[in-house]
């Protein structure tokens, strides 16, 4: 037998159980008994060896250690991996050695080396109906790079075989892939870009960075797809308003490297969306987005451009248009004429008699030449134009009177009146947030006011 390498010798029962199981150790160790292994040979990182069977069937063994110290195997038997042969194999090598029962016992205190190996790894980038794939490559000999011998599972369980920086890298992307509606999320043998969590762009930049090269593979049509560059910098989404004969046109577009480009359902990755893959002129650009879309804005981006008719621009420029502003750049064009959208205001509406006053709330929002005066409780009937939070806000800042935070209707009497005639009508007089509509006249002062805002 070929000399041993140290890791054998110095493996215990407690981390063949470990890596085993109880079960194919015990078979694995009669196996060794029985002297079923043959044709050992041994490099430093690993072993191979042909090993007998039921039936008198030989199967070739081969083991490697991982960077933890932990021995996996492949072997060409039905199990395939982590088998009784390869506990045979292990079993042999370290009861051949003279002296192993000590080497066992101070296993613990013998320096160790991670093994590495050297063969480069790769990323084909495929477009199929999973949507835009990546899947690990390595050097061939007759093709430049060849799947074979390189799939996850294989960059997973082969250090021994692979570049290290190279397949460190790829399976902290692989760590990004999220499990699929059936629960799966190691099954298959690629990657799909729409199943990665927003932090792979950080990885798989990582990987190019290490020098793990993009190959372009094919598209649905079976094309080979143009060359694939990974986006220097964020893909930012983008609104732009354009003028019509008729209206605006309201055009979603991604912005790259200054240049603004429409996108197509299929160029979006992810749900909502995080990324993209948009085909250049001279390539496939691969790269996240700025800023990930919400659902909202993914449909808006998968529908493409729209269509605002004029009549209906001021409620676009007051309802849409600033919820679009708040989550995306928004590019109006110099030519296009919208209606201002003034803030939101409260309003009162005072109503006095010979001994009351009725003060009574709603909200006034004015969009260009058009006022909508609304209530405190929304209703199906409302314009498209409230905007919720600022209503609160509002509300909170006018609490103090006799009304509270909820603005409810009240009916002032007696010294409350005065109160409200000498000092807090002549408050909300001089905010600019509040409109005012009052009617009839207060009782301090013998005149008929009326302040329509």
């Not at 790769?122 to 000999?141: K, M, W």
């Amino acid at each position: 037998m070929t000399d041993i390498p140290t890791w054998a010798r110095t493996l215990t029962d407690g981390d063949l159980l470990r890596a085993f199981g109880a079960a194919t150790l015990v078979r694995g160790r009669q196996y060794a008994a029985m002297n079923r292994v043959t044709s050992v040979s041994t490099t430093a990182d690993g072993a191979r060896a042909t090993v007998r069977g039921n039936a008198m069937r030989t199967y070739e063994t081969t083991l490697w250690r991982t960077h933890d110290g932990t021995p996996h195997s492949y072997c060409s038997c039905p199990v395939g991996r982590n088998c009784k042969h390869a506990v045979a194999l292990l079993v042999t090598m370290r009861d051949s050695t003279a002296g192993a029962d000590w080497r066992r016992a101070l296993s613990r205190f013998a320096p160790s080396a991670a093994p590495t190996g050297r063969t480069p790894l790769a990323l084909s980038v495929d477009q199929t109906v999973e949507g835009f794939t990546l899947r690990p490559l390595r050097p061939g000999n007759r093709e430049p790079w060849i799947r074979s011998g390189a799939s996850w599972d294989d960059v997973r369980t082969s250090p021994v075989v692979f570049h290290a920086e190279h397949r460190t890298a790829l399976l902290a992307l692989l760590e990004t892939r999220q499990a699929d509606r059936f629960g799966g999320a190691t099954g298959g043998g690629t990657f799909a870009l729409d199943r990665m969590r927003v932090d792979g762009w950080r990885h798989l930049a990582d990987a190019v960075r290490a020098g793990v090269e993009l190959i372009p593979g094919h598209d649905l049509g079976g094309r080979v797809l143009p060359p694939v560059r990974l986006a220097e910098h964020p893909v930012t989404a983008v609104i732009r308003v354009d003028e019509t004969n008729d209206g605006a046109r309201v055009l979603p577009l991604l912005e790259v490297d200054g240049e603004e480009l429409p996108p197509s359902t299929r160029s979006l990755l992810g749900y909502p969306a995080h990324g993209v893959a948009l085909r250049l002129d001279d390539c496939l650009l691969l790269g996240p987005l700025r800023v990930a879309l919400g659902e909202a804005e993914h449909a808006l981006f998968g529908t493409g451009e729209v269509v605002v008719p004029e009549s209906d621009l001021p409620v676009f420029a007051s309802a849409f248009l600033p919820n679009l502003s708040r989550r995306l750049s928004v590019h109006v064009a110099d030519g296009i004429d919208l209606p201002t959208v003034e803030p939101v205001r409260a309003l009162a509406r005072i109503t006095f008699d010979a001994l009351h006053a009725t003060v009574s709330w709603g909200y006034r929002y004015r969009v260009g030449a058009e006022v909508h005066d609304v209530g405190l409780i929304p209703t199906n009937e409302d314009p498209p134009v409230r905007q919720p939070h600022e209503e609160q806000l509002l509300a909170h800042s006018l609490r103090d009177g006799p009304w509270g935070e909820s603005l409810a209707t009240v009916r002032l009497s007696g010294r409350q009146l005065i109160d409200f005639v000498s000092s807090g009508l002549p408050a909300l007089e001089r905010r600019e947030d509040v409109a005012l509509e009052v009617s009839g006249t207060p009782p301090s002062s013998g005149r008929r006011t009326r302040r329509p805002r």
